[in-house]
């Protein structure tokens, strides 16, 4: 499959627990399709590192993304989804 286009747009999460915090976050989008959707079907409970709070993004991570910030994973990678609750790579 070729990805042509990629693009972000404003997501929330799906609350499937008690106790669960909503996110507000920008998740990718390849060729009009948004990723977050097949990685609820698939069972996990991820957003993107790229939440939003207020009306204000999370830079950082952008940076990472951009390779202008170290990586946050082992091995040099960066991580794409994380936990929504504690942000951790290993949750």
């Known amino acids: 499959m070729k990805v042509t286009n990629l ?13 669960q915090q909503e996110r507000q976050f920008l998740d990718f989008i390849f060729d009009s399709t948004p990723t977050y959707p097949a990685v609820v079907a698939e069972g996990f409970d ?36 994380i936990c929504p609750e504690c942000a951790d790579l290993g949750c």
């Open 46 to 81: 991820f957003i993107t590192p790229i939440w939003l709070d207020g009306r204000q993004w999370n830079a950082e991570s952008v940076s990472r993304l951009l390779g202008e910030a170290e990586p946050d994973a082992p091995d040099e990678r960066v991580a794409l989804y």
């Open 7 to 19: 693009g972000l747009r404003t997501s929330a999460r799906i609350i499937t627990g008690h106790g």
